[in-house]
């Protein structure tokens, strides 16, 4: 009998990354508004919400281990409550002389708390479904997550100019604590494991079994990790430092001509979810390199453009529809690694790999910002000698992926 999707746990998983994923993006969208007007510098907010990844990379292992060693519906249900908790602290302590420390405070919390809910989240997924199944699903929760970041900002900015920080504060806790309560009624098959040796001495044996795991057992997750990371890097560095320079700087236009191009990578991340869950079944080893090429082909027009004798508007649209391919084909493959690591790692281990992924991209994200920032900066006359090259890199890239996965996939 073919197992449905959308089952009740998977439901209330779907109803909880809902209501929290959108409390999320309307509380950060306020939080750096209230930033920039007190502090007129839209700087401070960022160099606080770099800061407060670093507690994210360097306990997302700890939270895979705790995702492992724990019922995984218990800590959804306390780590989305102690995040509705601490919102709530803090917009009481709001009171005007020591708002940035209280924000500061609260983002670092927020990125402890998330890099234990991660990994769990991640974990649940492939223990309420199986098979194809759990293709679609994370293609379910890549949709809501996009949906969610295509409507929360609109919706939080619109409420944030209407009534002020406090009630978008409140009503973000609102929607931590309904995420709470939908996970209350999950059910999740658990058997308590007993053990007699201290916490750290638990903690090197967790990491030492998960290492072996993948560089020796199953080397083809582990690989997985490694193209995740490799398009990370390059998709990243386009569209986080690319696209908002290309647009503001090189071709002047402005701040609704970002805002549309925004919107309309959403969209894309959305096309590349459905797509991902209608073509599950012809989503395979296979297709890896063709998807990975395909990110460098889609880029090539962009870069290309920027040769010709076009106007600024021919030029955004170009780039726009190139970026927006970029992001449907990462969006596919992002969907697939993650199925392929969830479907192929061990129940015991899936939570400690899946904070391993987590990581990595963390680690990686910020490098590839760093690295095309300053490629772009110093090309900034010439930004085909940018785009064009790294076009045919990841062309190559994908081209390389066909050897590079040989024989550890099943066809």
């Known amino acids: 009998m073919t197992q449905k999707l959308f089952t009740p746990n998977f439901i209330l998983l779907i109803l909880g990354q809902l209501t929290s994923l959108f409390g999320n993006f309307i509380l950060k969208l306020a939080l750096s508004m209230y930033v920039l007007d007190i502090t007129g510098s839209a700087a401070v907010f960022a160099g606080i919400l770099s800061l407060a990844t670093i507690p994210t990379i360097l306990l997302s292992p700890l939270g895979g281990i705790l995702a492992d060693r724990l019922n995984r519906r218990n800590v959804m249900v306390a780590l989305d409550s102690l995040t509705g908790f601490f919102v709530l602290c803090a917009a009481l302590l709001l009171t005007g002389d020591t708002d940035l420390p209280v924000i500061s405070a609260l983002l670092i919390l927020l990125s402890i708390l998330g890099a234990f809910e991660t990994p769990t989240v991640q974990a649940c997924i492939p223990t309420m479904l199986a098979g194809d199944n759990i293709l679609k699903g994370n293609a379910v929760v890549n949709q809501i997550a996009s949906l969610s970041y295509l409507t929360a900002p609109m919706l939080g900015g619109i409420f944030y100019a209407a009534f002020g920080l406090h009630p978008v504060m409140f009503a973000s806790v609102g929607c931590f604590f309904a995420t709470a309560l939908f996970e209350c009624f999950i059910r999740l098959p658990y058997e308590r494991t007993s053990h007699q040796k201290g916490i750290l001495s638990l903690i090197r044996k967790d990491f030492t079994e998960s290492m072996h795991y993948l560089f020796k057992e199953q080397t083809s997750v582990a690989k997985m990790l490694f193209l995740t990371a490799v398009s990370r890097f390059f998709v990243m560095g386009i569209l986080m430092v690319g696209l908002p320079f290309l647009v503001r700087t090189v071709l ?160």
């Open 252 to 411: 002047s236009l402005n701040a609704r001509y970002y805002g549309a191009a925004e919107s309309t990578l959403a969209v894309a991340t959305i096309i590349g979810s459905v797509m991902a869950g209608l073509f599950s079944t012809k989503v395979n080893a296979r297709t890896i390199p063709a998807l990975l090429a395909s990110l460098g082909v889609f880029l090539l027009p962009a870069g290309a453009v920027f040769l010709l004798p076009v106007g600024a508007l021919v030029k955004y649209g170009v780039t726009l529809l190139s970026l927006s391919g970029m992001q449907i084909a990462i969006s596919i493959f992002s969907i697939y690694a993650v199925s392929v690591i969830q479907l192929r790692t061990p129940n015991h281990l899936i939570g400690k790999v899946m904070a391993y992924t987590s990581a990595v991209t963390l680690c990686v994200q910020p490098l590839g910002q760093m690295v095309y920032g300053f490629l772009f900066d110093r090309f900034r006359d010439t930004v085909s000698l940018v785009l064009l090259p790294t076009g045919f890199i990841v062309c190559g890239i994908g081209g390389l992926t066909a050897v590079f996965l040989r024989m550890c996939f099943d066809p």
